[in-house]
């Protein structure tokens, strides 16, 4: 059975600091997503990584897929307010998405 | 390009009641997807279509939980009867699979109180 784990589940910041959240996977897969949801709101996609050493930047996010170690990471750059949000990867496992928990991010100005 | 649509946003019921869930999905998109999620934790996948076939809705309760998608393109998702533990936001998804990718677009979700 495939899970996915997401840490840290919340992380309070500063504006301007940098920070990873990582998402490990325990079976093998060649598709990882990492989406946004702000509080009572959808999941926005913000990435799709389809290979191993995948790597996808917008704005001050930035994402990256390490296939043999099954780990992702997301990265954030000179955190903004804008950015606070639940960030969490999903890892596809025969077309079933297969979630992590969702890291929630909180930056503070 | 609209995106995927759900109605209602909002529904408040008692227990024992029956409720239903609308999803018109993005045109075009013949993958269709209900999910639950529960307050700080992911979705989980209750049903997929693909068009009007439901492909895997093993994990979908199937004693109370209901849903079809007739025509491959507007769905219904049906509880009856709901119970407490059926609050949730229930959320719909599409997409459209073109070579080995596949991004899944969500709807804005209903939110379910069970009273």
């Known amino acids: 059975e495939l899970k996915v784990e997401q840490n840290p589940l919340f992380l309070s910041m500063q504006e301007g600091k940098n920070y990873t959240i990582y998402c490990n996977y325990s079976?093998?897969?060649?598709?990882l997503y990492w989406y946004r949801q702000d509080p009572g709101k959808s999941l926005e996609s913000l990435f799709v990584?389809?290979?191993n050493g995948a790597v996808k930047q917008e704005g001050r996010l930035m994402a990256s897929l390490d296939t043999k170690a099954r780990l992702s990471t997301l990265h954030i750059t000179a955190a903004v307010h804008d950015l606070s949000a639940t960030y969490f990867c999903?890892?596809?496992?025969?077309?079933?998405?297969?979630w992590g928990a969702g890291t929630k991010l909180i930056i503070k100005p | 390009e609209a995106g995927v649509v759900q109605s209602p946003r909002y529904k408040i019921i008692e227990k024992k009641q029956p409720v239903a869930f609308w999803c018109n999905p993005i045109?075009?998109?013949?993958?269709l997807y209900w999910y639950l999620q529960n307050l700080g934790q992911g979705p989980e996948l209750l049903i997929r279509?693909?068009?009007?076939?439901?492909?895997?809705d093993s994990q979908l309760p199937k004693d109370r939980f209901s849903a079809e998608r007739l025509k491959g393109v507007d769905s219904t998702l049906k509880i009856q009867p709901a119970e407490l533990g059926d609050s949730a936001v229930y959320l719909c998804?599409?997409?459209?699979?073109?070579?080995?990718?596949?991004?899944?677009?969500f709807g804005p979700g209903t939110r379910l109180l069970v009273l």
């Open positions: 279509y693909e068009n009007e076939e439901a492909v895997d």
């Open positions: 045109s075009g998109h013949n993958t």
């Open positions: 079976t093998t897969s060649d598709r």
């Open positions: 999903a890892v596809d496992s025969n077309y079933q998405l297969i």
């Open positions: 998804a599409s997409s459209l699979r073109t070579g080995g990718q596949e991004t899944q677009y």
């Open positions: 990584l389809l290979s």
